[in-house]
T-cell receptor, first 114, second 109 residues
Framework: DTAVSQTPKYLVTQMGNDKSIKCEQNLGHDTMYWYKQDSKKFLKIMFSYNNKELIINETVPNRFSPKSPDKAHLNLHINSLELGDSAVYFC?????????????FGPGTRLTVL | GQNIDQPTEMTATEGAIVQINCTYQTSGFNGLFWYQQHAGEAPTFLSY??LDGLEEKGRFSSFLSRSKGYSYLLLKELQMKDSASYLC??????????WGAGTKLIIKP
């Protein structure tokens, strides 16, 4: 069974569109994250949720809105997509928000904005 | 500011040993992770160090010196499948994970 899953794996869309990426974890973890990895391979934290509550919200345009319907899911909605949003987006989870717990990553969603 | 430095790229030969260094300047320290990321795939956990010294796990070992703000990942008996990026990440005083840009390791036959 996949521990952390994301859909879709690939997403190609036009500038100005709105899109969503879904993430689910079946590890029973309390904390979930969204990361952006750009072409230079630098992994940047975007958001972190602990038990459905937002605990980290880095400097991210408000076009990005995370939603956590329950602690096993953390979805990412992006409005008015821009060329610079093209990147790989990784979802991850850890057992707690303490920071010392290992994070388990999903397979990534490669977003290409044309 | 917070900073983690790793070499951008390294090359090594199959069967050899390679050491990937990571130096950090962060606001506080609560541990250091090493992750492996194959091209087009997700990062996967390799090791966690919070105390000084060497942690050995099979062909991979990780070393930490908190006083020097320094860690290394040692890979022995290199195999072609070890070609990947290796990411160093430090937990700061706020228990947030600060990621390095990663070291791309190329293994040649």
């Amino acid at each position: 069974d996949t521990a952390v899953s994301q859909t879709p794996k690939y997403l190609v869309t036009q500038m100005g569109n709105d899109k969503s990426i879904k993430c689910e974890q079946n590890l029973g973890h309390d904390t979930m994250y969204w990361y952006k990895q750009d072409s230079k391979k630098f992994l940047k934290i975007m958001f972190s949720y602990n038990n459905k509550e937002l605990i980290i919200n880095e400097t991210v345009p408000n076009r990005f809105s995370p939603k956590s319907p329950d602690k096993a899911h953390l979805n990412l909605h992006i409005n008015s997509l821009e060329l610079g949003d093209s990147a790989v987006y990784f979802c991850a989870s850890s057992s707690s928000s303490g920071g010392t717990d290992t994070q388990y990553f999903g397979p990534g969603t490669r977003l290409t904005v044309l | 500011g917070q900073n983690i430095d790793q070499p951008t790229e390294m090359t090594a030969t199959e069967g050899a040993i390679v050491q990937i260094n990571c130096t950090y300047q962060t606001s506080g320290f609560n541990g250091l992770f090493w992750y492996q990321q194959h091209a087009g795939e997700a990062p996967t956990f390799l090791s966690y160090n919070v105390l000084d010294g060497l942690e050995e796990k099979g062909r991979f070992s990780s070393f930490l010196s908190r006083s020097k703000g320094y860690s290394y990942l040692l890979l022995k008996e290199l195999q072609m499948k070890d070609s990947a990026s290796y990411l160093c990440a430090v937990i700061d005083s706020n228990y947030q994970l600060i990621w390095g840009a990663g070291t791309k390791l190329i293994i040649k036959p």
